[in-house]
């Protein structure tokens, strides 16, 4: 791990790093309370399309956790996002995409529309990588002595549940998990997301927005009825995809300190 820079303000610590997972560089942030020492809770936090891992949502969030709960948090850049960008034209245009779909029918029947193929193929692939490199950025993490053995949680909606819920599903020192924003349909790889999330056994606090630009209703519904945990719920607000009032961080925080505990 490589400390590129460091600051402390209002009694966070933020340090740009970057990880080195097989042969590629995953640029991270680490927050943790100034001067913190020994282990505590943790959250790993995944970014949604066409952001990073400095996004204002990511560092508010991260921040906030930091100083309502002592936790520490960490983002890292998703391949093919933020500093690991290797086609800025083609990510301009991704981003205006998404744009153009959140600004379409918002009556909540809007089904997913077809996409290229190639480009979908490439998405499958990049969300399989960025799920395997939470792992192996996790295995670093525990090596930092103001965060040790966590415990950790996860929080990541839209494409950070598409990376996120297999992640979450498959390494098991994830003790709970905020997930949302997406849902099941026939898009492609989703046979293995789907599995993924039947194969899901810690407690899943699920966000909806009943009028998503991106996901149907049903589709929404059917991604959590798959979700295989018994301890679960479902927070649905009206409003589109990027709507999600701020007052849900609220429920995020009681959510992670019942089950990640205090420090």
Do not use: C
């Not at 400095?54 to 391949?79: K, S, W």
């Amino acid at each position: 791990m490589d400390v590129i820079e460091e600051t402390t303000a209002k009694g966070v610590t933020e340090r740009r790093v970057d990880l080195r997972v097989g042969e590629e560089i995953v640029p991270a942030m680490i927050w943790t309370p100034e001067g913190a020492d020994g282990p505590r809770p943790t959250v790993l936090i995944g970014h949604g399309g066409t952001q990073h891992k400095q996004a204002p949502n990511v560092v508010a969030m991260a921040r906030r956790f930091v100083r309502h709960l002592g936790y520490a948090a960490v983002a890292t850049d998703a391949p093919g996002h933020g500093d690991r960008i290797v086609d800025p034209a083609m990510a301009e245009l991704a981003r205006k995409n998404l744009e153009a779909r959140l600004a379409g029918d918002t009556s909540g029947r809007l089904a997913v529309p077809d996409r290229d193929p190639e480009a979908m193929r490439a998405m499958v692939s990049r969300s399989r990588q960025g799920t395997k490199e939470w792992s192996a950025v996790l295995d670093q993490l525990v090596e930092l002595p103001e965060i040790g053995n966590g415990p950790f949680g996860y929080w990541g909606v839209s494409m950070g549940t598409s990376i996120g819920l297999p992640f979450v599903a498959a390494d098991s020192r994830i003790t709970a998990a905020v997930l949302g924003l997406n849902g099941l349909s026939d898009r492609p790889g989703q046979e293995a997301f789907g599995d993924a999330a039947r194969s899901l056994t810690v407690p899943i606090l699920f966000m909806f927005q009943w009028d998503d630009e991106l996901m149907t209703r049903q589709s929404g519904l059917d991604l959590f009825d798959a979700i295989g945990s018994e301890d679960k719920s479902m927070v649905i607000h009206p409003g589109g995809h990027v709507g999600t009032p701020l007052y849900e961080r609220d429920l995020y925080e009681s959510f992670y300190v019942r089950h990640l505990g205090t420090v």
